[in-house]
Structure formats: structure tokens, C-alpha cells
């Protein structure tokens, strides 16, 4: 008599609470900044990303544009952007790029990448070309970049942040305990020994963290005193959310009120600005801490 496998009861997935419902992406802004992206064949990080915040961002006029393809070298456990073997870079792109954000007249352009650990320079170049483009086109742009770790390449950082922007951006993304499991391919140290050498260089330094994927509060008070030890400036927290089943599943849902106190925190150790929390990402509402 065929008889059916027994199978073990997993508990279920954790349900997102109300405070992290998100505005649907609507309205004359929206269109407006999805045709530009599709128009100039760009990526953005927001959907790469899957942020949750695209709705009420390009609701705004506002994108984080994600050069050097969609495909990235590392495998982190909780980030949708897809891994593999990066195609070969388009040297067109930083013209496309300082084009889109001109035609999009924004105030403040945050620019990331994917890693490309292949390349020697690890894109340092096209990240310069492409500040530089849009330092020509819109010279009263700011700009945030967000840029990937060099591993310990510290002509190629030198050269991916030399190009005018007013803020450079890298996230340690989660406390020391968990970095083997959140991000196998990067080191903490080396990580902090980064944001301590772009402020060196004379920039305003940022990073961003999430919390939700098992950390305790003195890990995040650590990495807090961490990064304020390595010179970096501004501080994001926000909640770590689960992209697709085959990532991390989140340990926990943080309450706001745990993000109010992470901020009173932060500000009382010495950020000169902290964004905190449950939809923060490290480029949302980038432009307030300028």
C-alpha cells in the first residue's frame, strides 16, 4: 500500500506588520522617471533591489541609478540583485546616466553599482567618468555615491571617489557576528578601514545597516562605536526584508520605536545625522542630511 512521505511542519513566515505597508508606485512622477530609465536603458537599484520605497521615491522624481550592469560578483544572503558573470561594461553609460538626471532635473542623484570583483579597477573608472558627466550636465546636482568594497584596492577607491561628489556612501549592512552569514565575500575591518580612508580623502562619509536578521541591541551600539571610530559621518538603519524565499528569512520585525531609540542613540554618540527606520534604505531621503 503506497503511503505518503511524512512531512516535518515548518514554522510559518513571520507576517509584516502594518508599518511597513508601502505607497504603490502611481501617478505623473512614476511614469515619468520609469520612462526616462527604460528610455536611456539604465538600472536602477530600486528595482534591482526590490525597495520597497520605488512608489513614493519616483513618485518624487527621484531614483538611485545603478551603473556597471545588473550582475553582480558576490552572492550576499539577503540582496535580490542577481549574481554571476557581470557582461562586459558599457562605456556609453556614464553619458546615459548624467543625461537621464538632467532630463529628470534632480536636485540630489544617488549613484551605486554592483560589484565587479573581475575587474582590476573595480570600476573605478566608469565610476569617476560617470560623476564627472554629471558634474558637466547638471553642475548643481549633488551627488551620493554608494559605492561597492575595493577590496583593499586603495587606488582604485582614491579613483572612484575623486570626482566632485559631495558624499560617499558604503554599508556594513550588519553587525560583525552575522557577516559571515549576510556578506561571505566582504570583511568587516576592511569594510570600516574603507569609510575611514574615503573620509581622509576629504569626503562626507555614510553607511547604512539592517536590523531584523538576529542581531542584538549591543551589537548594533557596536557597530555604531565602530563606525564613528572610523570616521563616517552619517548612519542609516532600517528593517531588513526578505527579497525572495531562496534569502535569509527575517528573524524579527522591529518595532518603530526601537528605530526612535536606535536614532536618539546614534545622534547622542556623535552621527552628525541618523535616518532610522522600518522602510529606511541607505538612499532614502538622501538629500536631508545635505
Known amino acids: 500500500m503506497f503511503e505518503l512521505p511524512i512531512v516535518e511542519n515548518k514554522e510559518p513566515r513571520k507576517r509584516k506588520p502594518n508599518w511597513l505597508r508601502v505607497k504603490l508606485p502611481i501617478g505623473h512622477e512614476y511614469k515619468k522617471v520609469r520612462s526616462l ?106 551627488i551620493e555615491t554608494l559605492i561597492p568594497d575595493t577590496r583593499s584596492n586603495w587606488e582604485a577607491l582614491e579613483r572612484m571617489i575623486s570626482a566632485g561628489q559631495e558624499v560617499v556612501s558604503h554599508n556594513m549592512e550588519t553587525v560583525e557576528s552575522l557577516y559571515r552569514k549576510v556578506r561571505p565575500q566582504a570583511k568587516y575591518q576592511r569594510s570600516l578601514e574603507q ?40 548612519l542609516t538603519i532600517g528593517q531588513y526584508l526578505q527579497p525572495t524565499k531562496m534569502h535569509l528569512e527575517v528573524a524579527e520585525y522591529v518595532h518603530p520605536d526601537k528605530f526612535a531609540e536606535y536614532k536618539k542613540i546614534g545622534l547622542e554618540k556623535g552621527f552628525d545625522f541618523v535616518e532610522s527606520g522600518p522602510l529606511v534604505r541607505s538612499s532614502y531621503h538622501a538629500e536631508r542630511h545635505l
Open 37 to 142: 530609465v527604460d528610455q536611456y536603458e539604465l538600472h536602477t537599484i530600486c528595482q534591482s533591489g526590490n525597495c520597497p520605497n520605488m512608489g513614493e521615491c519616483w513618485g518624487e522624481g527621484t531614483a538611485t541609478f545603478m551603473i556597471l550592469g545588473n550582475t553582480c560578483t558576490r552572492s550576499c544572503s539577503f540582496c535580490a540583485v542577481k549574481t554571476g558573470r557581470p557582461p562586459e561594461y558599457d562605456e556609453d553609460e556614464p553619458r546615459r546616466v548624467a543625461e537621464a538626471i538632467k532630463l529628470m532635473e534632480v536636485k540630489h542623484a544617488v549613484i551605486t553599482s554592483v560589484n565587479r570583483d573581475e575587474l582590476k579597477d573595480k570600476g573605478a573608472e566608469i565610476w569617476y567618468q560617470t560623476v564627472k558627466a554629471v558634474k558637466e550636465l547638471s553642475p548643481v546636482t549633488t
Open 195 to 234: 569609510i575611514k580612508r574615503t573620509k581622509a580623502y576629504g569626503k562626507r562619509t555614510k553607511s547604512g545597516i539592517m536590523v531584523g536578521l538576529g542581531e542584538k541591541d549591543e551589537e548594533v551600539y557596536q557597530i555604531m562605536d565602530d563606525l564613528l571610530a572610523h570616521d563616517c559621518d552619517v
